[in-house]
């Protein structure tokens, strides 16, 4: 069975950090394009960052540029997002993602979805 389970979340003040885990069972993590996503309350969920499968290149949304950073580990199955300088406009329901088709930032190709772990970004 395909499973993503996020993990580390919380709560923190603006200019904190945080890293998330995404850990994958039931499939290698190294084989697809994987990404992390977020929504926030009463918004739409929006693409965060993600690693391509084709040539490792990883892409990330304007507002995270420069304190985002995308990882993967592949000997644990597991990905990561380092989360600095963090804003009150970053709280939102983190998700991690795969999939067959997924393609980079286009989170409608994504199939494969953890159950999301919450941040919060306020003083």
């Known amino acids: 069975q395909v499973q993503l389970v996020e993990s580390g979340g919380g709560s923190v003040q603006p200019g904190g950090s945080l890293r998330l885990s995404c850990a994958a069972s039931?499939?290698?993590?190294?084989?697809?394009?994987v990404g992390w996503f977020r929504q926030a309350p009463g918004k739409e969920r929006e693409a965060v960052s993600c690693i391509s499968s084709s040539d490792g290149r990883t892409y990330y949304a304007d507002s995270v540029k420069g304190r985002f950073t995308i990882s993967r580990d592949n000997v644990k199955n597991t990905m990561y997002l380092q989360m600095n300088n963090l804003k009150s406009e970053d709280t939102a329901v983190y998700y991690c993602?795969?999939?067959?088709?997924?393609?980079?930032?286009?989170?409608?190709?994504?199939?494969?979805w953890g159950q999301g772990t919450q941040v919060t970004v306020s003083l």
């Open positions: 039931g499939l290698n993590l190294e084989e697809y394009t």
């Open positions: 993602a795969t999939g067959d088709r997924a393609t980079v930032m286009l989170m409608y190709t994504y199939d494969v």
